[in-house]
């Protein structure tokens, strides 16, 4: 792009950059394309009179016109080995011309090797006043030293790489990569989890806070049948379930906690399926050690509506099968023999 236009600078823009890169007088230079004549031409300047950033909406601001593409060569405070550093500014309105568009852009170039390209710092490019005033460098250099912005499967696969561990995995290191991770109680989950352990309360309802890494409560009930925790299991959100299953086993009355995890498949993100997972253990050895919560099975369920009293009644006490049968001796073909074997002495 930077030939296909063939315009170049002229004699005197060439001696003017020559003498502006020697001057410290010179804080901006307006370079405009002669289109006539097809040359780059000087349209103005600006002296120094303070700092860069001082002078530079006093010098830049005034130098742009509505409807007029310009470039904009600015000399910051800073140096390097071959002198001053610039900012390059190509400002390009978008109520301009598109011949104008076109040219500009396909010249900026041409405009940078002449004027010289290492001693060029930054690129500003605007089609407004605010994109290329002082507010808008600084937000330029914020977007460039930014973090480039990440799909939602980016952001779930970065989070996995951050969760690894990393330990050599052996006899003694195995406790110390099982231990997952360990989210404090909010007040109200305390609160209705020592109400649980006293039988005072017969389901407790928990979800985890992943940016603030807290484990809350979401819902609590004193009295509840078993049949009916299937319509307080939300359909696309995990939860820690607690209930208190009252029922009867060969003849005696028992109350068992039974924890329920309720995961809805992939309709989560990938994070809080790895945080749910990766908090469980933790969380009931917790309640197990601080509230004395002793839960009689654990249960991981998709699908609410497998969550039903024979289902629980069945987990928790499961059927033994106590006669095992021995292994049958296949039958050979019914009214059929081998051929007979004739021996001879």
């Known amino acids: 792009m930077s030939h296909q236009t063939g315009i170049t600078a002229s004699q005197n823009l060439k001696a003017f950059f020559a003498s502006a890169k020697a001057d410290e007088n010179i804080r901006a230079i307006k370079v405009n394309i002669d289109v006539e004549n097809e040359l780059m031409e000087v349209a103005s300047s600006y002296e120094v009179h303070g700092n860069w950033e001082d002078d530079y ?98 952001e779930d696969l970065q989070f996995m790489r951050k969760t690894e561990s990393f330990q050599s995995i052996g006899v003694d290191t195995k406790h110390q990569t099982m231990q997952g991770v360990n989210f404090p109680l909010s007040n109200d989950a305390i609160k209705q989890l020592q109400r649980l352990a006293n039988h005072q309360t017969s389901y ?25 925790l299937a319509s307080h299991v939300p359909e696309s959100s995990p939860r820690y379930h607690l209930f208190l299953f009252k029922h009867t086993h060969e003849g005696d009355a028992l109350k068992s906690i039974v924890f329920i995890y309720s995961m809805p498949g992939y309709k989560c993100s990938v994070k809080e399926r790895m945080l749910y997972s990766t908090c469980k253990s933790p969380f009931l050895n917790g309640i197990a050690n601080e509230f004395n919560i002793e839960v009689a099975k654990s249960i991981e369920i998709d699908d609410a509506a497998e969550l039903t009293e024979d289902f629980i009644y069945q987990e928790v006490h499961p059927v033994r099968n106590l006669h095992r049968p021995t292994f049958a001796k296949p039958k050979g073909p019914a009214g059929k023999r081998g051929a007979k074997r004739l021996i001879k002495e």
Request: glycine share 4%; with cysteine; hydrophobic share 40%.
């Open 57 to 154: 909406d006093k010098a830049v601001l005034p130098m742009l016109v509505q409807k007029e593409s310009c470039y904009v060569i600015y000399r910051l405070d800073t140096k390097t080995d071959l002198g001053f550093e610039w900012v390059f500014i190509l400002y390009v309105p978008d109520f301009c011309q598109v011949r104008d568009k076109m040219l500009y852009a396909s010249t900026k170039s041409s405009l940078k090797i002449e004027f010289g390209s290492a001693q060029i710092k930054r690129e500003l490019y605007g089609t407004i006043p605010d994109d290329v005033s002082l507010n808008g460098y600084h937000k330029h250099l914020e977007a460039e030293s930014a973090p480039a912005p990440l799909t939602a499967a980016e």
């Open 204 to 228: 407790v309802q928990l979800s985890l806070d992943v940016e603030k890494e807290e484990i809350h409560l979401s819902e609590y009930m004193d009295d509840i049948a078993a049949n009916e």
